[in-house]
């Protein structure tokens, strides 16, 4: 964008430059108002054309130094606008190199495809974990919205294989397909498939009879926002204090409380302990609401003699610095 003070210069000295040859060709020669002003332009943009009426000799004069100080004018303003528009056009190639440079650097990432309504709320609530994400959005007039937004992002179609292949998918951990249609979510989903056969892929339907071929496409969860919201506000119903504890569990605006999931690696010193041989509601202050084993079982509200193995995934409740240290002692 032109700097503010570099345009009011260049329209001061434009202004300047036209109205005093303008003043100067009715003081020195008497022309009328219209005849100087023609004879200032003409001679400031250098056209060539002649006269409109014989000068003197002090007019003469005062035509030349027009001439120099107009030239002077014109070549920088002219200069001024190729400057901007080169520099602009560099400053888009350099700021897209950058862009490409940080996704290629990226591993186990997710790609949101789409970055409409529901695709930007999902992107502003990865990026508060905050997760690697990139963004795919067809639409130039959402790349602004994109930039404010801070989100690494590839403007182009999301069913493109180079589209998909420039935003990692090859590194990625998951893809969530939230285009405007269910036709382009199952065209999308074929050929992330495709080009990825163990990706997670979580895709957004709108209607009903969408869901079967979204999963026969390849997509590992199928999910309708206005089924999740008409659930989400009878819950708010029939369930107001659970689903208000919910909202604070998941929001990350309060530390007090959150619940967070927590992968256990091979590494951990936890693993293969019973949780009351971990100390983890001791040392942490947790509490343990269930175990997520390997085979996908999930084991709610665990005994005290569960043990914890390599691989499993511990849902727990608690402080935010304390789910912190629990994480790392989990996954170190």
Known sequence: MWPPRH?????????????????????IEGWGFMDALYMTVITIATVGYQEIRPLGEAGRVFNMVLIFFGLGTTTYVAASVVRFMVEGRIRAIMGRRRLDRRIDRLRNHYIVCGYGRIGRILCQTLQQKPVDLVAIEKSPDLVPVMEQ???????????????LQRAGIARARGLVAVLGTDTDNVFLVLTARQLAPQLMIIARTGREESKNKLRAAGANIVES???????????????????????????????????????????SPLAHLSLKDSGIRQKYNLIIIAIKNTDGA???????????QPGDTVIAVGEVENLDRLENALNP
Do not use: C, W
């Open 149 to 163: 937004d801070r989100v690494l992002f590839v403007q182009g179609e999301a069913t493109s294989e180079e589209t």
């Open 7 to 27: 345009f009011l210069i260049i329209v001061t000295l434009l202004v300047f430059t036209v109205a005093a040859g303008t003043i100067g060709f009715e003081l």
């Open 225 to 267: 926002p206005y089924e999740l919201g008409a659930s989400r506000l009878a819950q708010r119903i029939m369930r107001p204090a659970v689903t208000s504890f919910l909202d604070s569990a998941f929001s990350n605006t309060r530390k007090d409380i959150q619940m967070e999931e927590l992968a256990v690696s091979h590494a």
């Open 298 to 308: 999930m084991l709610f509200n665990p005994s005290f003699e569960t043990t914890i």
